[in-house]
């Protein structure tokens, strides 16, 4: 195995590992940091694909000022275990049962989806990642949908202040 | 040496230059509490610590070795394991800084040319914005674990105080990239130490005191330190911790000091450049150590500068605090931001 494989193999069961935690913690403040680990393995694996970009932007916005937010949110409603109200079991069951379905139609996306299968992972040679070739897709060939999404994005932020403003 | 397609030479080069950099760090962070006493001393009239030593300079092996000997206490109602994460995460972050800082430019030794830096990555800058981003987990994991209101209360002013000016801080950041075009710290060190180039002061002066600070602000210095005010919060976050955990704390903030500095140093003051002379004159491993010790004089004077300040403006309200982040700085450093770009299109023709 090369060093590229081990540190692949080392990142997705680390990922797969803390998300699955993320599931089973009773205390919504463990879940948040174990998600926190997730994205810190998502952004491993951006850098083996030599995206150093996207992996720090990743680990600035989700696992930085996101995460942070929801850490503060967890916080201020000091929300324990004992306070999580308690489900019937066939919530739980019904819960299985979809889950278990959407999980079957990603498989099955995945599987058959043309455009990934037979393709090789471009492992150290890829340069979309990289901040110069990303800049100038986004704003060349991209541009409309870049701008359109920055709006999306001021208008998130304006019904945030609306909402938060009561008078 | 190649096994695993693996230079493992180089691994030993850089786990040495990890260990030397993270002790000295260490080191300097230990003198740095001992300087903040005396210039507190100084500025307020009085000897200072003079008693362990000559002039006093074995105080801080006092204090660390006080610390250390202290009783280990974790409150019964403590989140035990995240108690513990709390210190460890606040020094973690503030040590990981220097892993893209230029400390000098390279030395050769037993034929091997060896760059004094430990990672030359091309996102070097927006590495430490997100090491800095990082450092709001160990303030907010510590004080919510301690399991007391106050705790809680002074880390969320942590955290919001920090994600507050960490916006400033990029603004002004990306003024800074406009002007060098490279995100890379070495890169930028070395376009300012190109000859008939001058540092980045000159041409960033408003980015550089909203990059100060925000820096000031994001090592939670008087006059804000909100987190740690004590008239209103008793001790701040770490009021439960006691012993090296405590210290840990207390310790992160001078490392965070230092390394916020030399930040600044690389990117506004010209890093290992030493002004009016030219370094490709001189043999590279003088180069190498001058410039170092030019680095370090850089460091030590804005560290001064953190503690002049620190004992000269008294404490901000924190809807102050809050004004001067969102309704100043932001708007400056966007203003900042356009007058930069429109001087560059101009410059371009």
């Avoid at chain 2, 080069?13 to 002790?23: C, G, N, S, T, W």
């Avoid at chain 2, 927006?126 to 510590?142: A, D, H």
Wanted: proline share 3%; glycine share 8%.
């Amino acid at each position: 195995m090369s060093t590229i494989q081990i540190l692949f193999f080392f990142l997705s069961t680390l990922a797969i590992f803390s998300s699955i935690m993320v599931l089973v913690s009773k205390n919504p403040v463990h879940s948040v940091l174990w998600l926190i680990a997730v994205f810190f393995a998502i952004s491993g694996h951006y850098i083996l694909l030599n995206a150093q970009f996207l992996a720090i932007v990743n680990l600035i916005v989700y696992a930085g000022a996101i995460m942070v937010l929801f850490l503060f949110v967890i916080m201020l409603m000091n929300l324990n275990a004992a306070t999580e109200p308690r489900k019937n079991w066939w919530m739980k069951l019904t819960g299985v049962v979809s889950g278990g379905c959407f999980l079957m139609v990603l498989v099955s996306l995945v599987r058959q989806a043309t455009e990934i299968t037979g393709k090789n992972v471009l492992m150290k040679t890829g340069d979309i990642g990289l901040i110069k070739n990303l800049g100038k897709a986004l704003f060349s060939d991209f541009v409309v949908p870049f701008e359109i999404s920055s709006v999306l994005f001021l208008s998130a932020m304006v019904g945030a202040v609306v909402i938060g403003k009561k008078d | 040496m190649t096994l695993l397609a693996f230079d493992w030479i180089l691994l030993l080069e850089k786990l040495i230059l990890i260990a030397i950099i993270v002790f000295a760090s260490l080191g300097i962070a230990l003198y740095t509490t001992f300087a903040e006493r005396k210039v507190a001393a100084i500025l307020q009239d009085r000897p200072g610590p003079n008693r362990a030593g000559p002039f006093g300079l074995f105080q801080p092996f006092a204090d660390g070795l006080k610390l250390i000997m202290k009783e280990e206490i974790i409150p019964n109602t403590a989140n035990k394991a995240l108690f513990v994460l709390g210190p460890g995460l606040a020094m973690t972050a503030a040590l990981m800084t220097c892993a893209v800082i230029p400390w000098s430019s390279s030395v050769e030794l037993f034929g091997r040319k060896i760059d004094l830096q430990i990672a030359d990555i091309n996102i070097g800058i927006l590495y430490i914005f997100g090491v800095v981003s990082m450092g709001v987990y160990g303030i907010m994991i510590g004080g919510w674990a301690s399991n007391n209101k106050f705790s809680l209360m002074s880390a969320l002013r942590g955290a919001s105080q920090a994600i507050s000016y960490e916006l400033a801080m990029g603004l002004s950041l990306i003024a800074v990239l406009m002007v060098s075009g490279s995100l890379s710290l070495r890169t930028i060190v070395d376009q300012q130490m190109a000859a008939g180039s001058m540092w980045n002061i000159a041409y960033q002066p408003l980015g550089f005191i909203i990059f100060f600070v925000c820096a000031m602000a994001e090592c939670n210095r008087t006059p804000f330190d909100l987190p740690e005010a004590e008239n209103e919060l008793n001790f701040g976050y770490h009021q439960e911790y006691s012993s090296m955990k405590l210290g840990f704390y207390l310790f992160s903030e001078y490392i965070n000091m230092i390394m916020s500095s030399a930040v600044m140093a690389s990117l506004f003051l010209g890093g290992f450049d030493i002004p009016f002379l030219d370094e490709s004159t001189l043999a590279p491993n003088t180069a190498a150590i001058l410039g170092l010790l030019a680095l370090l004089t850089k460091i030590v004077f804005f560290v001064f500068v953190f503690m002049w300040i620190r004992w000269t403006i008294p404490r901000f309200r924190y809807d102050q605090l809050m004004d001067l982040g969102w309704k100043s700085l932001i708007p400056l450093a966007l203003f900042n931001m356009l007058i930069t770009g429109a001087f560059i299109l101009w410059r371009q023709g």
